[in-house]
């Protein structure tokens, strides 16, 4: 498997699942410590301000109170599932604003800006993770592997596919996907889903979401619950890819 790495985190190989946090602006000024997380995704869409001075300075404060934790800096339009009413062209400047504090950009691989932001990612050196989400269904596998080439296509190093499962059968798809790629992060939302935020990091994805303060997605577990199941392995994790 080749080594992923995320600024100075390696994600691949690795000897126990590794956490994220989703992020808004409130909680990194009120929180003082992030657990267990290795990785905090600071959801732009979701500050309460969008203007670009205050956006770089809650990352600034980011990496002053956390440093050594990697950083993903997202920004998602409404019809993404985000929260913000924001334009492309804005999410676009937001972006460039923060790249310096950000070791990973992720963005919706089906929006129209991603081969800008692809190819911006890349020229800088950083992280492209490619993101699909579905909120209805775990789609096919033959669309799951579309939206794989399409993330590879702009530059991704990172292929992130979150969506909701109907039946088991949808779950064991999305597993079998995951065992199949070394470059991808996946997730079953929703509570049908709930357990694969524990176990597909076994089968290859290289990182799991849990919340800290704010839940960002449906079934997401928090970072105490996580650690807990994961302390019982103690770095001894039979990873299988």
């Known amino acids: 498997m080749p080594q992923i790495t995320m600024g100075t985190l390696t994600l691949s190989p690795q000897e126990r699942p590794l956490i994220a946090v989703p ?58 599932g985000g929260v913000a009413d924001i334009s492309d062209e804005d999410r676009a400047g937001l972006f460039a604003n923060v790249i310096d504090y950000a070791d990973a950009l992720d963005i919706e691989v089906e929006s129209d800006i991603s081969p800008e932001i692809g190819a911006f990612v890349n020229r800088l050196g950083k992280t492209l993770i490619a993101s699909y989400h579905n909120f209805f269904q775990i789609p096919d596998a033959n669309k799951l592997e579309a939206v794989y080439e399409q993330g590879m296509q702009i530059g991704a190093t990172i292929v992130k596919i979150a969506a909701t499962p109907n039946t088991m059968d949808d779950i064991k798809r999305l597993t079998a996907f995951t065992l199949s790629h070394d470059s991808v992060v996946t997730i079953a939302m929703g509570e049908k889903g709930m357990a694969s935020r524990v176990f597909l990091p076994f089968a290859g994805s290289l990182f799991t979401f849990a ?9 997401q577990m928090s970072v105490d619950e996580l650690r807990t199941f994961y302390s019982a392995f103690d770095g001894e994790a039979t990873l299988l890819w």
């Open 23 to 80: 992020l808004t602006d409130a909680d990194v000024l009120s929180v003082q410590t992030l657990q267990a997380a290795d990785i905090a995704e600071l959801r732009i869409d979701m500050f309460k301000d969008l203007r670009k001075p205050y956006v770089k300075e809650i990352f600034h404060i980011f990496r002053d109170k956390f440093q050594g934790v990697a950083v993903i800096a997202t920004c998602r339009s409404k019809e993404e």
């Open 211 to 219: 919340y800290l303060e704010t839940v960002t997605a449906p079934g």
